[in-house]
């Protein structure tokens, strides 16, 4: 997939495509200084991230104000949302949450490069006050059942987690169901067979 094919399938403007083309050539750029992402998904950078992040965006509520990304990293699927939401959401913030100095450093280069202003923290996600979040996202972080803990945490009442999972996610839900009830939804992933994003909503214990 390419930037253009990108822009055709997930329909975004040429401004919004510019913003995530910078961010792309950031994280090439970048990634032979530190690990953004692994070396053999940079030619399929579009697809592979890009596009498994903007899949997140046609799940998120009707009201949004807040979107919190846990362990930000590369910006996926964070950045990738916030370009989303600068044309379609305009008044919606944005948090990128990063313990990694240098991650958190690239963070605030790519957001200055794509015109963005999201709130970067370069602090533990445990350490952190509560985010107040409609939605809290997370890709390639923890286990499911440790990101129920961060979305209790990070969430508003009614607010929803988001998190991409692979072809464990079924083993990933039976794990972080066994002491607690999960209201979830999945939704099977465009751009990995057998992947999918798991939508949790309210979640009580046993």
Known sequence: MTGDEFARRFDVSRETLARLT???????????RI????????PSIWWRHVADSAQL????????????????????PGLVIAALA????PEMRVTLVESDVRKAVFLGEAARAMGLRPAILSERIESIA???????????????????DHLEKHRRVGGVGLFPKGDTVHKEIESATQNRRVE????????????AIVEVGAVSSV
């Open 22 to 32: 910078a961010h792309c050539d950031l994280v090439l750029k970048w990634n032979r």
């Open 184 to 195: 979830h939804r999945i939704h099977p992933s465009i751009t990995a067979p057998g992947a």
């Open 35 to 42: 690990n953004l992402i692994g070396r053999d998904s940079e």
């Open 86 to 89: 600068a044309e379609a959401a």
């Open 57 to 76: 965006w046609r799940l998120r509520p009707t009201k949004l104000r807040h979107w919190a990304d846990l362990g930000a990293g590369a910006g996926y």
């Open 130 to 148: 509560p985010l107040d979040a409609d939605v809290v996202s997370a890709r390639a972080l923890a286990p499911l059942d440790r990101l129920l």
